[in-house]
């Protein structure tokens, strides 16, 4: 299998959600990222949309590589059908490696571990510890009382404009891959490929 092109590092839930259009979209994500030559990174989990995301990649004949916590794995939590599956001692591990790894950066829906994951290569960003674009796929309107929330800390003065501009966030991902792969300096023809 060649070097792939990029490395994205997706956060989504280890759950599934409650709206279809959420699988759904995990699921093309995973396409996308596979069809332009990339390689997906992310948590190794099996479940919910991280198993959705890395089943779609694998099915469509792109690269996964999983980092999961050994804990996890003792929980029967890892995919071991990852190009490559990394077993960590703890999550400081698991993101640093992850976040090694990846060319940008892009959260989906996701509960407690995602925000986490998310807000942390934010702040890693604004704090000039890489220049990797972050994207935000704000599926169904998923992630709009948090850009209201966002928006609110702007207005209040704990958080400037600019901050705000280091992510990216948007409700369609054929919409949002492309800007995040281009603002990370990845080589762009192969873009134009239809999806």
Known sequence: MPDPNFSLCVYCGSKPGDEPAFTESAV????WIAQHGGQLVYGGGRNGLMGVVADATLAAGGR???VIPRALVEKEWAHNGCTELHVVENMHERKSMMAERADAFLALPGGIGTFEEFFEVWTWRQ???HNKPIGLLNLNGYYDP???FLNSVVKQRFMDTWQMDLIQSDSDAHQLLPRLIQAAGM???FLSQAI
């Open 187 to 189: 080589p762009t023809p």
């Open 28 to 31: 093309q994500v995973g396409q």
């Open 64 to 66: 996964v590589v999983g």
């Open 127 to 129: 704090l000039g510890y």
């Open 146 to 148: 948090l850009l209201t």
